[in-house]
C-alpha cells in the first residue's frame, strides 16, 4: 500500500475458488484480515445480474481488479462461468471452451499490467463439507449461513470435482498459477495461504517510497515548534 501511495504501479488478486463451506470466508476473515485494512478490497461474485449479463462475462470482473498499490480478494470468479456453467449446462460447451482461452488471455494482461496474480481452490472432501453443513444446522447463530441449494449441489459433486479438474488444467499458466490448497483443516488451509502470500509479498520486495523533505531539517523544526 505504502509503495502504491508513493506512485508504484504493482498490485497483487488473490482468487479463492472452492465448494460451499471451503472456507473462502474463513480466508478473508482469518489471512486476509492481517492486512492494512487501506489497501484491501474484497469482491464477492455472485449470481449475476441482469446488468451484468448483458456485458461479456469478464466485464463484472474487469471493474473489480485492483488498483495501483492494493491487495484485492475475490471471493469466487470469473471461474464461476467454466464451472457452475459447466455444471448445469448455462452455456453451450463450445462457449465453455472459448472462455478458457479468453480467461488465460485475460489473465496475462492483468499481469502484463503490473498484477501478480494468486489462484487458490480450496479442496474439500464431500465428508467434511457435509459435516460443515451439518453443523450449520444444529447451531441457530449460523442458520443464515446455509442454504437449501447447497444439498441440491452436493448431488452434482462429482460433476463439479470434474469442472474444476478441467479448469485447473485449461487455466494454470506461468503467469497465473493455481495452487490447491488441502482444506478440511481449517487452520492448514489459512497457514498455507499465509505462506503463499508471504512468498509472494517477499518476492514482489515492495519498497517504502522515498521522503520529498529534508528529515533533518523537519526534524529541527518540529522541535522548535
Not at 475475490?74 to 448445469?88: G, K, P, Q, T, W
Request: charged fraction near 30%.
Amino acid at each position: 500500500y505504502a509503495e502504491g501511495a508513493g506512485g508504484g504501479g504493482r498490485s497483487l488478486l488473490l482468487v479463492l475458488q472452492g465448494m460451499d463451506t471451503a472456507g473462502k470466508g474463513g480466508v478473508i476473515k482469518h489471512v486476509v484480515g492481517a492486512l492494512n485494512p487501506l489497501g484491501c478490497q474484497i469482491a464477492a461474485f455472485k449470481k449475476p445480474t441482469e446488468q451484468e449479463l448483458r456485458h461479456h462475462f469478464l466485464w463484472r470482473i474487469r471493474r473489480r481488479l485492483p488498483a495501483a498499490g492494493m491487495v484485492t480478494v475475490f471471493d469466487r470468479s470469473h471461474y464461476e462461468d467454466v464451472l457452475i456453467a459447466r455444471v448445469r449446462r448455462l452455456a453451450k460447451r463450445e462457449t465453455i471452451e472459448r472462455r478458457y482461452t479468453e480467461i488465460n488471455r485475460f489473465e496475462q494482461r492483468v499481469v502484463a499490467d503490473g498484477t501478480t496474480v494468486v489462484k487458490c481452490f480450496l479442496h474439500i472432501s464431500a465428508e467434511r463439507q457435509k459435516e460443515r453443513l451439518l453443523a450449520r444446522l444444529d447451531d441457530p447463530s449460523k442458520h443464515w449461513k446455509f442454504n437449501p441449494g447447497d444439498v441440491d449441489e452436493r448431488r452434482r459433486w462429482a460433476d463439479y470435482q470434474l469442472a474444476y479438474e478441467m479448469a485447473l488444467e485449461r487455466c494454470s499458466t506461468e503467469p497465473a498459477p493455481w495452487y490447491v490448497v488441502p482444506s478440511d483443516r481449517k487452520w492448514y488451509r489459512n497457514w498455507a495461504i499465509s505462506q503463499l502470500l508471504l512468498e509472494t509479498l517477499t518476492g514482489l520486495d515492495p519498497q517504502l517510497p522515498p521522503v520529498d523533505f529534508d528529515v533533518a531539517e523537519q526534524r529541527r523544526r518540529l522541535i522548535e515548534s
